[in-house]
Every structure is written in structure tokens, then in C-alpha cells.
């Protein structure tokens, strides 16, 4: 058996996959206003998760064991948002994009089914200093990013997330190379160089979701497109055909269940971030699965005015099954992770933030006594449904039957935020890290990002009161 090709013997061939999707992140581009203000509000919503994420579990360890400093400076030019320190770029990213995800509060992406938020804009905040990078340049990169994860998702899933793939690593070290390697200016071999080495960086599997793994996997994909567009700058070499070849990113990720290049041929036609699920923000702070049957919860919370609850059904399609792999969760990273707990915060407190996802809520006796009337279920009629359609049936004990459908989450594009839910999430997420003023500051300023500020002094007011 011959050895496949190495870099140095593979020239670069027009009409690959590899090729198309250099020559769009190097290319000229003129995004349309509604995809700059999408951008805009990602990116200000994914810095309120990165925040309310520095105090979570997972920070601890990330910043134990990552090189930090209490100054920024040469050698760590990078903030460490929610936090005084600052950091490598590389480990920046690393951690800020763990933190991002940490709550599972940040954006999503359909077709891609992942989360290409907290894995781009970490590490674009952790190169802008490196290159002065305005909030404007910013923007360019990110929606540059997201088109990458958007297609990628249309030229592989679902069988590739259904393989057990977590495309929020495995797609997202390509969006993060592609969004790294425009604000650099890479130019076009450079850019096919950093694809390569990326595609081999890409990781993440399914079966480490409702761990501190799950979110990790964000940062690890910031980490690899990040360092990738650096060693392509410096001069480091790697297959020019890494997402085409035999051996290559799509045919290893999805061998024996095929890909369609087609959409990535076509980059930059039909923005993703304009697509009719292409970007969703999150109002709870748990799996996005669980979004329909959290709202149908809380509307039935209201028509139930305290009434006890006998039994609850919850018809969902096929694909929720996937995530949705815990029914009595034993932290709160698998209380995101299960509908059964959602739901029955949902109808029993009328509310689902931050605070239901705690160590005393996931003790709560009453919560608990209900999670076991709980039933989940394929609903024949939206078993093929791809953005978690769910229907929630509740029965009293007095036995009034109450219904409540929800076809699509708040948040997608159809139902995007209003600026008044975009400013009560990120004080949610924000304020008690940074104080009221700071963070009311902080999220005006963000507010302006697109503009022609330096994106490093937008970050100077994100220090914690403590």
C-alpha cells in the first residue's frame, strides 16, 4: 500500500474543499447591517457566558493549572475575562472558551448543532491585542468563523453529530482557524496551511456531555484555531488537501456515512449567520434541547396557579434523545442535560436561570418528587423534527388535563432578543462578578463594538469587585 501524499509533494488544487474555504476567509467580504448586528449580539452575549463562567467549578482548575499572571504583558497579552489575570494567547483561549460554555448558556448553531460562539469570539478577544484589532475587525472574523461552522454543519450533519461527534470541538477548530487566520491576514497558502494543521487538532465526543469536559471542548477548538493560524503565519506546513484527502478531515469524521462538499464549495452563499436557524441565543442556561419543553413548562406554570401535579408528559422528536441522557441528575452540569429537571423547575418555580442550577435546587424534595411523573417520549408527530419541538402535557391531581406547545426555542432568529433581554442576560450573567455599574457599563460599551475601537480597551472595564 503507497503512503498518502505529505505537504510538501501535495500542491494546492483549485476546486478542493480546502482550497474554497481559504480563498473565502482571506476574501474580500461585505456583510450586510443584519448580519454585523447578529454578530454584534452573539458576541456580547457570549462575553456575559464568559464571565458568569469564571465563577463555575471549572475555573478552578483551568486557572491552577494554566500559566496566568496578575499583569498583562508580552509574554500574556490576553484577559482572562470574569478574572484580574491575564494569560498566553493560546491558553487564553483555552480558557476563556471553557468558560464560555460552562453553563451551557451560550449560542447555537443549527445545522452544525453546536455552539460556534465560545469557541470563535475567545479567541479572537485573546489575538486582537497581538494585532490591534478593532471591534470592527472583530466582526468581519466572527461572521467569517460562523460561516465555516454553519457549512461544515450543512456538509455533515446530523450523521456526523449522530456518530457521537460533539461539533462544537470537531467543527469548531476550523471556524476558529478560519476567524484567526482572516484577523492575522493570512494570505491564501498560508490560510490552506492552517486548515491542515487545524483539521488535525479537531476533537470532542458526545460522551462527555454533563461533564466539565463538555465545555472544555469549546476551549480546546479556540486553543487549536488559534495556535494552527499562528504556525501558518510562522511558516509551518501541512497537507493542502487536509479536508479533501482520502485520509482527510470529512472523510475520517464521517467514514462510512459519507458528506456533502457542496455547501463548503460554495462559501459565502446564503450567510449562515442570515439562515433561518443559522445563530440562537439561549434564555436558560441549559441544553438547547430542553428550551421548547422549559417555555411550554413555564406557561403551564401560569394556567396551573399551584395546583399538584399527578403526572407530565413530554412528546420531543428522536434527536433530543441524544443529549438528553439524564433523568435525575446528580449535578448541576446533567440537571442541563435533563429534561425530566428542567421541567419540573419549570412548572414548579415558574422561573429557569442561573439560580436553578445550583447544588440546593438540585435537592430540592419537591423537584425532586416530581421527576419521576415525568415522562419523556417521541412524539410520532415531531419525531423528525430538527429544532426540539416539544409538547408538554400535564395532568392534576384534580384531574384537569393542560397542553402547551412550543415549536421553536426564543432566541432564533424568527424570535431573536429584544435589547431589554439581551441586557437582563447578560446582568444575569455579569453583574455579580463585576458590580451593577460596572456591568450596565460594560454592556453599553460592548453594545458599540462594531466600530473602530480597539477591542482590548472594550475589555478594560470587565475586572471583578473582588
Given at each position: 500500500m503507497s503512503a498518502p501524499p505529505t505537504a510538501a509533494a501535495t500542491p494546492l488544487r483549485s476546486g478542493s474543499v480546502t482550497a474554497a474555504m481559504a480563498a473565502f476567509a482571506i476574501g474580500p467580504a461585505e456583510f450586510p447591517p443584519l448580519a454585523r448586528s447578529r454578530a454584534r449580539d452573539a458576541i456580547v452575549d457570549v462575553?456575559?457566558?464568559?464571565?458568569?463562567?469564571?465563577?463555575?467549578?471549572?475555573?478552578?482548575?483551568?486557572?491552577?493549572t494554566l500559566p496566568v499572571f496578575d499583569a498583562a504583558g508580552p509574554h500574556a497579552p490576553a484577559l482572562l475575562l470574569g478574572?484580574?489575570?491575564?494569560?498566553?494567547?493560546?491558553?487564553?483561549?483555552?480558557?476563556?472558551?471553557?468558560?464560555?460554555?460552562?453553563?451551557?448558556?451560550?449560542?447555537?448553531?443549527?445545522?452544525?448543532?453546536?455552539?460556534?460562539?465560545?469557541?470563535?469570539?475567545?479567541?479572537?478577544?485573546?489575538?486582537?491585542?497581538?494585532?490591534?484589532?478593532?471591534?470592527?475587525?472583530?466582526?468581519?472574523?466572527?461572521i467569517t468563523?460562523?460561516?465555516?461552522?454553519?457549512?461544515?454543519?450543512?456538509?455533515m450533519n446530523t450523521q456526523h453529530y449522530k456518530r457521537g461527534w460533539h461539533a462544537t470541538g470537531t467543527f469548531g477548530a476550523l471556524a476558529s482557524v478560519v476567524a484567526c487566520g482572516r484577523m492575522l491576514g493570512l494570505d491564501h497558502r498560508a490560510m490552506v496551511m492552517a486548515l491542515g494543521i487545524a483539521a488535525s487538532s479537531a476533537c470532542g465526543l458526545?460522551?462527555?456531555?454533563?461533564?466539565?469536559?463538555?465545555?472544555?471542548?469549546?476551549?480546546?477548538?479556540?486553543?487549536?484555531?488559534?495556535?494552527?493560524?499562528?504556525?501558518?503565519?510562522?511558516?509551518?506546513?501541512?497537507?493542502?488537501?487536509?479536508?479533501?484527502?482520502?485520509?482527510?478531515?470529512?472523510?475520517?469524521?464521517?467514514?462510512?456515512?459519507?458528506?456533502d462538499p457542496s455547501p463548503l464549495l460554495a462559501m459565502g452563499t446564503g450567510l449562515e449567520i442570515l439562515t433561518e436557524h443559522g445563530l440562537a441565543l439561549k434564555p436558560f442556561p441549559a441544553c438547547g434541547a430542553t428550551h421548547p419543553?422549559?417555555?411550554?413548562?413555564?406557561?403551564?406554570?401560569?394556567?396551573?396557579?399551584?395546583?399538584?401535579?399527578?403526572?407530565?408528559?413530554?412528546?420531543v422528536?428522536?434527536?433530543?434523545?441524544?443529549?438528553?441522557?439524564?433523568?435525575?441528575?446528580?449535578?448541576?452540569l446533567e440537571g442541563k442535560f435533563s429534561l425530566h429537571y428542567c421541567l419540573a423547575a419549570a412548572l414548579l418555580d415558574g422561573e429557569v436561570g442561573l439560580s436553578s442550577f445550583t447544588a440546593a435546587k438540585l435537592t430540592d424534595p419537591r423537584i425532586r418528587a416530581l421527576i419521576p411523573r415525568i415522562t419523556m417520549e417521541v412524539d410520532d408527530d415531531l419525531r423528525a423534527d430538527p429544532e426540539f419541538a416539544t409538547r408538554v402535557e400535564v395532568v392534576t391531581e384534580a384531574g384537569r388535563r393542560l397542553e402547551r406547545f412550543?415549536?421553536?426555542?426564543?432566541?432564533?432568529?424568527?424570535?431573536?432578543?429584544?435589547?431589554?433581554?439581551?441586557?437582563?442576560?447578560?446582568?444575569?450573567?455579569a453583574a455579580g462578578v463585576l458590580g451593577e455599574p460596572a456591568c450596565a457599563a460594560a454592556f453599553e460599551a460592548l453594545r458599540g463594538l462594531d466600530g473602530p475601537v480597539e477591542v482590548a480597551q472594550l475589555l478594560q472595564g470587565l475586572h471583578p469587585i473582588h
Open positions: 462575553v456575559g457566558c464568559m464571565i458568569a463562567g469564571s465563577r463555575e467549578a471549572i475555573a478552578g482548575p483551568l486557572l491552577r478574572t484580574r489575570r491575564h494569560a498566553p494567547e493560546a491558553d487564553a483561549a483555552l480558557c476563556n472558551g471553557a468558560l464560555a460554555h460552562a453553563l451551557d448558556y451560550d449560542d447555537t448553531n443549527h445545522p452544525a448543532y453546536a455552539h460556534p460562539s465560545a469557541v470563535i469570539v475567545p479567541a479572537l478577544l485573546a489575538l486582537a491585542p497581538r494585532v490591534r484589532a478593532t471591534g470592527a475587525q472583530v466582526v468581519d472574523a466572527y468563523g460562523f460561516e465555516v461552522f454553519g457549512k461544515l454543519g450543512r456538509a458526545r460522551a462527555n456531555f454533563g461533564s466539565m469536559t463538555k465545555p472544555l471542548h469549546a476551549g480546546l477548538a479556540a486553543r487549536a484555531g488559534l495556535q494552527a493560524a499562528l504556525l501558518a503565519q510562522a511558516g509551518f506546513d501541512a497537507s493542502a488537501q487536509a479536508m479533501d484527502h482520502g485520509y482527510g478531515y470529512m472523510n475520517v469524521f464521517n467514514a462510512g456515512i459519507g458528506h419543553g422549559i417555555e411550554a413548562g413555564l406557561l403551564l406554570h401560569a394556567q396551573l396557579r399551584g395546583e399538584a401535579i399527578a403526572s407530565v408528559r413530554a412528546g422528536c428522536e434527536m433530543a434523545l441524544a443529549p438528553l441522557i439524564h433523568v435525575m441528575p446528580h449535578s448541576p412550543v415549536p421553536l426555542a426564543m432566541g432564533k432568529p424568527a424570535r431573536w432578543f429584544s435589547v431589554e433581554r439581551m441586557r437582563s442576560k447578560f446582568t444575569d450573567c
